[in-house]
């Protein structure tokens, strides 16, 4: 049921006539139509969260962790992974177009953040501009040049066997994206400015990306040049985070999997890299620098907590398939870690998540008998286009449907919000975004785990 759920949720935020049956959404969104006004078609893709903007850095990451999840679980899928396929291609034919569309250019976004958060209105009322951004070779952006390759090349993995002219049309977009991201070094965040800052800012910097870009071309292509490159990047940093900014955790548990899985020394220094993360995420370890609640949930930052859960127990999950594979073990200091460590600390917190905590709240939308009412999404807070087909304008749908304590109109199924407070605490109130807010990042990073998990523990 959750991993069904989650499908469910990214029909919320695709855009367009999205190919998965009736979205919450409806039918062709104004976005789509004005998109066409553009001289360049930039229809598809997916707003990031409750807002009404396509943000390519958030959205590629999801797309990443989608396939990602989809390459190392999908056998426990079962029938769903029909909806992950469908759901990831629907990213990627956005970000084709995105980084074929004009040479040396690459989109990385639609709309105006700045005009769109001041207003609280339907997708299909939307009448805020359109505003396309790009980086370029005057203007780059690195960071998200190697994301947008990691989630190209990730997903021609999964397409290699059931499209692979799709792979191949993937792999070769990941491959030109990646040389633009090595060849003009610069961060988005400097060429775009307000346009993606405070909003999607790469406070992390490049060399995540490129790492991240990198490694996962290496995975799809065994090509030496990647594994080159990757080796004398130099991004070294020692992390406890994983998220839509940060990939370096992530990059190191993929890379790691050379050395674990195909016993490939030359990956040890990544193995041990990803091993000091994980020493800092486990609980009893001597250099943990990870907080826990007092029910159990890992708490990383304030805002929007939930994505750093998703997207640190997906690769406590990995790592732990990957020790499993080789029957391997590790210490940090006197303590020792085995693959069942990493597995029961995932399942707690993928548990604390569908409503094993303190207030029996299920943090996933329409699971359980407990769970958020007013989250903080337009078009789940505005009565639909069935209901109401009159327009709401920019101003019209806040005293009504933003301020209003009553429940959400449309149950936005599946979707994960930014969840409780550092106390276990929710107010379920859709002005306070930062832990009702639902984003396509945290759904995407908890679709492996569940389906690893459903597997584990199938009784």
Not at 264 to 276: G, L, P, T, Y
Not at 353 to 362: A, D, F, Q, V
């Amino acid at each position: 049921m959750p991993l069904q759920s989650l499908y469910c949720s990214s029909r919320g935020k695709g855009l367009g006539g999205y190919p998965l049956g009736n979205r919450l959404l409806g039918g062709p969104t104004l976005a789509s139509l004005m998109a066409h006004l553009l001289i360049v078609d930039l229809t598809g893709g997916y707003y990031d969260a409750g807002d009404n903007v396509k943000f390519n850095f958030p959205m590629a990451y999801t797309t990443t962790m989608l396939s990602w999840g989809t390459l190392e679980y999908g056998k426990r899928m079962g029938p769903e992974i029909q909806n992950a396929r469908a759901a990831i291609r629907w990213a990627t034919d956005y970000f084709i177009k995105c980084s074929t569309a004009t040479p040396n250019t690459l989109y990385v976004g639609v709309g105006d953040p700045t005009t769109d958060h001041k207003c609280w209105e339907r997708p299909e009322d939307m009448d805020t501009a359109r505003t396309v951004y790009s980086v370029s070779t005057s203007k780059p952006g690195s960071d998200v040049a190697g994301e947008t390759t990691a989630a190209l090349a990730a997903a021609s993995m999964v397409f290699r066997k059931v499209d692979p002219k799709y792979s191949r049309l993937l792999l070769a977009t990941a491959k030109k994206v990646m040389q633009f991201a090595m060849q003009y070094k610069g961060a988005y965040s400097d060429s775009l400015g307000s346009a993606v800052c405070p909003f999607y800012c790469s406070y992390s910097g490049y060399k995540d990306e490129l790492l991240w870009g990198a490694a996962w071309l290496w995975r799809a292509t065994n090509d030496a040049s990647y594994l080159n490159f990757l080796q004398t990047l130099g991004a070294n940093d020692a992390t406890d985070i994983f998220s839509w900014d940060n990939k370096l955790a992530g990059a190191r548990v993929l890379l790691a999997r050379r050395t674990l899985v195909d016993n490939d020394k030359r990956f040890e220094s990544f193995k041990q890299q990803a091993e000091d993360f994980m020493c800092r995420i486990i609980p009893n370890s001597p250099s943990s620098s990870t907080s826990y609640t007092q029910g159990g949930l890992m708490f990383k930052l304030a805002e929007s907590n939930l994505q750093y859960v998703t997207s640190i127990t997906f690769l406590l999950t990995t790592y732990a398939k990957y020790m499993s594979a080789s029957k391997y073990t590790f210490n940090c200091g006197n303590v020792r870690v085995t693959s069942s460590t990493l597995r029961n600390l995932a399942k707690q917190q993928v548990d604390y998540i569908l409503g094993e905590n303190p207030l029996k709240m299920s943090y996933m939308v329409g699971f359980g008998a407990n769970f958020p009412k007013r989250i903080h999404h337009r078009g789940s807070s505005i009565p639909s286009k069935a209901s109401h087909p009159q327009a709401f304008g920019c101003d019209n749908g806040f005293q009504s449907f933003f301020y209003t304590s009553n429940p959400n109109p449309n149950t936005l199924i599946g979707a994960i919000v930014g969840g409780p407070n550092q106390n276990d605490g929710f107010p379920d109130d859709r002005t306070d975004y930062s832990h009702s807010e639902p984003a396509t990042y945290i759904n995407a990073a908890i679709v492996g785990p569940l389906a690893y998990l459903a597997g584990s523990y199938s009784s």
